[in-house]
């Protein structure tokens, strides 16, 4: 219906590489008819917790099998893998996971601690078996979360050893991970990861409507979106195919900006409306010391809003971008 209204999917059949929506199941009772009208939306589906071993083995086959039916994958929440691992029994909840059906095994640091070789093995394990893994970065926690550079080298430490994506943990959506105690995005600390990882290397937890909004409005279709209910599916879809929600609404418009001197904020701005542009032609048009534009330029950096790169014409100089023009 009205097909030349509606955007193309830039991944329009699954697998999909780009624009995943990740549900998560509860065992909350669902129509199946209806599943499988939304189904070609949800690329995958986490069991969640250690709800797995609260029902019997043919009862989770029978619904493992019914997601793959709807060609959906199906992975194992982290707190189970992380059960598993503390109780040295990881070899075994591998291959029983493999029996039932899961395609997926997703893998956290939430109470455990894992060295590089002790991740590598565990790499090796799942693989030998034919599953995937997905590794989640963060701390369900509020009073336990990662700094930023434990947040950066701990997601560069996954993707060095895995091709998959990895997971940013959100928990509840509240005072976790990019998400401050109101459930709204803490846009420095978004701007800064995301100006060192991709944002197509990272699935990002949004247990919240308006957070889905905000990501789809920041990124485009082709965003990443996890710890999704099932009854969000089809506005999320609509989102990424270019028609608002209700959520979209809510969306604040002034969402970050630079922090520090008026000199800071004036680099910013000019940077914004002529980039790429060398720091001899900013010491030009600001008139300002150079010393003063480099530690300008380095705040603007560690705030997450630019990112220097070699010049094309000259890879002796360095030029500055907005960090939102490296996005995906």
Do not use: C
Request: hydrophobic residues 35%; negative net charge.
């Amino acid at each position: 219906m009205l097909d030349s209204l509606t955007e193309s999917r830039v991944d329009h059949d699954k697998p999909r590489h780009e624009g995943i929506t990740y549900i998560i199941d509860k065992f909350q009772g669902f129509d199946s008819e209806n599943f499988e009208i939304i189904s070609p939306f949800i690329d995958m589906v986490k069991i969640y917790g250690a709800y797995p071993l609260l029902i019997s083995e043919e009862h989770l086959i029978k619904r493992i099998d019914f997601y793959h039916k709807n060609n959906v994958l199906v992975s194992t929440g982290s707190t189970l893998t992380e059960y598993a691992i503390r109780e040295n029994m990881f070899v075994q909840f591998v291959e029983e996971s493999k029996i039932a059906g899961f395609d997926v095994i997703e893998i956290s640091e939430n109470n455990i601690h894992l060295s590089l070789e002790e991740k590598k093995k565990i790499i090796k394990i799942m693989e030998s078996h034919g599953l995937r893994h997905q590794w989640k970065i963060g701390k369900k926690d509020p009073r336990r979360q990662l700094t930023l550079d434990e947040t950066i080298k701990r997601i560069n430490e996954a993707l060095e050893i895995s091709q998959e994506k990895i997971i940013l943990e959100a928990n509840l959506g509240f005072n976790v991970g990019i998400y401050d105690e109101k459930g709204d995005i803490k846009w420095n600390l978004l701007s800064a990861i995301t100006s060192k990882i991709s944002p197509n290397n990272i699935i990002f937890e949004t247990p919240l409507e308006i957070q889905q909004a905000v990501l789809i409005a920041e990124f485009g279709q082709r965003v990443n979106l996890g710890e999704v209910k099932l009854e969000n599916v089809v506005s999320i879809e609509s989102q990424r195919r270019g028609f608002l929600s209700k959520a979209s609404f809510s969306i604040t418009p002034v969402k970050k900006g630079p922090e520090g001197s008026p000199a800071t904020k004036f680099i910013y701005y000019i940077i914004r409306n002529k980039h790429p542009v060398e720091q001899s032609e900013l010491i030009y048009m600001t008139n300002l010391p150079r010393r003063t534009v480099q530690a300008s330029i380095e705040e603007l950096r560690n705030q997450g809003l630019i990112i220097e790169k070699n010049s094309l014409d000259d890879t002796r100089k360095k030029v500055y971008n907005l960090v939102k023009d490296e996005w995906i």
